[in-house]
């Protein structure tokens, strides 16, 4: 019988993710497995390659009419920003277009960078964040070629940049940074700077000035389907104002916006803040609430 213990550990876990047709895992030595899984790239956010395309267009345009018609529930200056973006009939078209384009250059940007001309390619170098997984189970992390100690004394950091920042820096994903995943400082500049470079330049996504940017398309999908829903008359499944949650901070100024008046910040000095964070960020990041957002309309 054995003798009774003092120490546990009881962490919650999470299921790996699947990949497709793809084994999640291998064996080498019996006590080292070899895990395949999907990492969510963190401050990035690329078009949706899942997009229906046609589909799309036509529920984004149905929708545009039902904002108008004051049966979407939207504020008013956030659909009057939102719908030239819907109304294009191209907004299901340009995200999956977009989406094929930045899986394309994402992948030949690794194997570039990875590359060396007489030796072995690189291994990648991961940083995860402090909650290591998302609500899909995907790994956060930047990812970047692993650098040799000497390189990295001798390479300055823009020289050797992550993988997720040469998707801003083509302007293949909208910068996307969560609070509390804030990148270092030099990091956060290197960031601010390449988006700003890329929306000015009208790189990528931003070479199209009406498209949606991804974390747009995904909100609008929620709010085609909750307003579909009250037009019909249907029992309500979920709360109305469920298909905005984030709240939003000006990296510049510190002030706090409400969900639904992020896009009087420009694109690249979004800092995203999720309701439970709320609380905790106002105080380490010293946010004042906009006066809107103190008073809402």
Not at 133 to 144: E, G, P, Q, T, V
Not at 199 to 225: S, V
């Amino acid at each position: 019988m054995s003798d009774p213990i003092q120490v546990f550990w009881a962490p919650a876990g999470a299921s790996m993710p699947t990949l497709g047709d793809q084994p999640l895992i291998d064996i080498t030595d019996g006590d080292t497995p070899n895990l395949r899984m999907p990492v969510r790239m963190l401050s990035v956010d690329t078009p949706e390659v899942t997009a229906r395309s046609a589909q799309i267009d036509e529920e984004f345009a149905q929708l545009a009419e039902w904002i108008r018609k004051g049966q979407a529930p939207i504020d008013a200056p956030l659909a009057e920003f939102l719908l030239p973006k819907m109304e294009t009939g191209r907004a299901g078209t340009w995200q999956f277009q977009q989406g094929q384009s930045a899986s394309a250059f994402a992948k030949s940007n690794v194997t570039a960078r990875l590359a060396r001309p007489h030796d072995p390619p690189r291994n990648v170098f991961i940083r995860i964040a402090d909650t290591p997984f998302d609500s899909n189970h995907r790994l956060l992390a930047y990812l970047a070629p692993d650098y040799t100690e000497q390189e990295r004394r001798d390479l300055p950091r823009h020289l050797r940049p992550t993988f997720n920042l040469d998707l801003l820096t083509a302007g293949w994903a909208a910068p996307f940074v969560i609070h509390p995943a804030i990148p270092g400082a030099e990091d956060l500049a290197l960031l601010i700077q390449a988006a700003g470079a890329a929306r000015t330049g009208h790189l990528g996504i931003w070479a199209e000035p009406e498209t949606l940017l991804a974390y747009e398309y995904r909100a609008l999908e929620k709010l085609f389907r909750i307003t579909r829903a009250r037009v019909r008359g249907d029992e309500p499944t979920v709360p109305d104002r469920s298909w905005r949650e984030r709240y939003c901070a000006d990296m510049r100024t510190r002030v706090l916006h409400g969900p639904e008046d992020y896009f009087g910040v420009e694109p690249e000095y979004r800092l995203w803040l999720w309701p439970a964070d709320l609380r905790d960020a106002v105080s380490s990041l010293n946010l004042t609430p906009s006066p809107r957002l103190v008073t809402p309309a």
